[in-house]
């Protein structure tokens, strides 16, 4: 489950789904990422330590595993920090303008993101009709799969940034503060907390 505290009534049905999605998403991640390393790892390896020896091997697929690895921890990646906006953005303009009129643009960019990513799938659909005749030049996997990943993370990203929004106007937050790391946002609760209670008379 998400680690974003719940404050009140449980969250929507649609954010619990795409907090467990998430879940496994950050898991697959986190195993890719795992993979890809140690594929970069063995062909530096062969490359620079083997051939200095009598050892003979060739491993000319690590490259593109860590490579189309790569493509997809990215664009899902992506997808599972745009459920806490953590995506690169520009927070000055709506921290600096009034309250609500912050929220509104903020809201705006928000939708705007989603038009974007609902373009990327577009595209994205396109190079997959492009590639299906197409194969990788060492593994001969077909380059749909490698370019399915432009799909995958405009949806996973455009569902994550509307349970964003669903989240935060259920749980009544304001939609400019979504950005912040929740575990940093409870310890600083935390450490108020013990500071008021230590000021306080006994």
Partial sequence: MSKVQERGSPPPRFVQVMDRVNDVLTTLCGTALGLMVLSVFLGVLVRFVFTHTSVRISVPWTEEVSRYLMIWTVFVGGGIAA??????????????????????????????????????CVIGWQWVEFGQSQTSPVLEVPMVVINLAMVAGGV???????????DARH????????????????????????????????
């Avoid at 995506?87 to 809201?107: N, T």
């Fill in 171 to 202: 749980a009544e937050r304001d939609i400019r503060n979504a950005t912040e790391d929740d575990e940093l946002q409870a310890a600083i609760d935390n450490l108020h907390h013990d500071k008021a209670h230590a000021g306080s008379p006994a």
């Fill in 83 to 120: 459920r806490h906006g953590k995506l690169i953005g520009v927070e000055f303009v709506v921290q600096a303008l009034p309250a609500a009129l912050g929220r509104s643009v903020k809201y705006a960019a928000l939708m705007l993101s989603i038009v974007f990513y609902a373009l990327l």
């Fill in 156 to 166: 996973v990203m455009a569902l994550n940034t509307v349970a964003l929004i669903v």
